[in-house]
């Protein structure tokens, strides 16, 4: 079975410092990647994806993601956080073998002015 | 490109009663998805069409929770009766290609 752990339920940042949001990931196959972003009362909003290649993503709105195998991770990272990047992100994972998504628990993004 | 369209977008119904929810995903896409998002976590698959057949509905509390596609485009949920527990957010998405487009979802409260 596959699984998602974002260990932090909330990370809090200054405007302009850098942003980091965890992800390890379970699967027992090869993993494609995904972050998404959510907004109060909007559905989720994709942000980038890994599938193959290049261990950097990029994505939109700037964030950027790296793709480790070693450690099971996909932390998702911004050089420098805005206060509209405050919202609720998610990792999720699907094994290349099903189309079926698995969602982490989420972590709330607070960017201070 | 118009993306996935939900309907309503908020309802409060009591417990026992009744409701459907409307999903219109984006033109062209085979691929549709009921997810249930219980507050404080992430979204849960309920029910997986592809065209207008099922792929995967193993975690579709079945004994009150339907779903259906008959046209292969558009699709309605239903909850009879409705607990308490259901209350959530129901997101409907679509995919093409690798990656799933969510609409905006329906929040629903059971009182």
């Known amino acids: 079975a596959q699984s998602v752990a974002q260990p932090e339920d909330q990370v809090n940042v200054a405007e302009g410092n850098p942003l980091t949001v965890k992800c390890t990931y379970s699967?027992?196959?090869?993993?494609?990647l995904f972050w998404y972003v959510q907004y109060p009362n909007r559905g989720l909003q994709f942000l980038l994806k890994?599938?193959?290649?290049?261990?950097l993503v990029k994505g939109s709105y700037g964030f950027e993601a790296e793709f480790n195998k070693s450690q099971t991770s996909f932390h998702l990272k911004k050089p420098s956080a805005l206060v509209s990047d405050s919202a609720l992100y998610f990792c999720?994972?699907?094994?290349?073998?099903?189309?079926?998504?698995?969602f982490g628990a989420g972590t709330t993004v607070t960017v201070r002015a | 490109e118009a993306g996935v369209a939900q309907s309503p977008r908020y309802k409060i119904i009591e417990k026992r009663q009744s409701v459907a929810f409307w999903c219109n995903p984006i033109?062209?896409?085979?691929?549709l998805y009921w997810y249930q998002q219980i507050l404080g976590q992430g979204p849960k698959l309920l029910i997986q069409f592809q065209n207008n057949g099922v792929v995967d509905d193993s975690q579709l509390p079945k004994d009150r929770f339907s779903a259906e596609r008959l046209k292969g485009v558009d699709s309605t949920l239903k909850i009879q009766p409705a607990k308490l527990e259901d209350s959530a957010v129901y997101l409907c998405a679509s995919r093409e290609s690798y990656e799933q487009y969510f609409g905006p979802g329906t929040r629903l409260t059971v009182t």
């Open positions: 699967v027992s196959g090869n993993p494609y």
């Open positions: 890994y599938i193959t290649g290049d261990n």
């Open positions: 033109s062209g896409h085979a691929t």
């Open positions: 999720a994972v699907r094994d290349t073998n099903d189309y079926k998504l698995s």
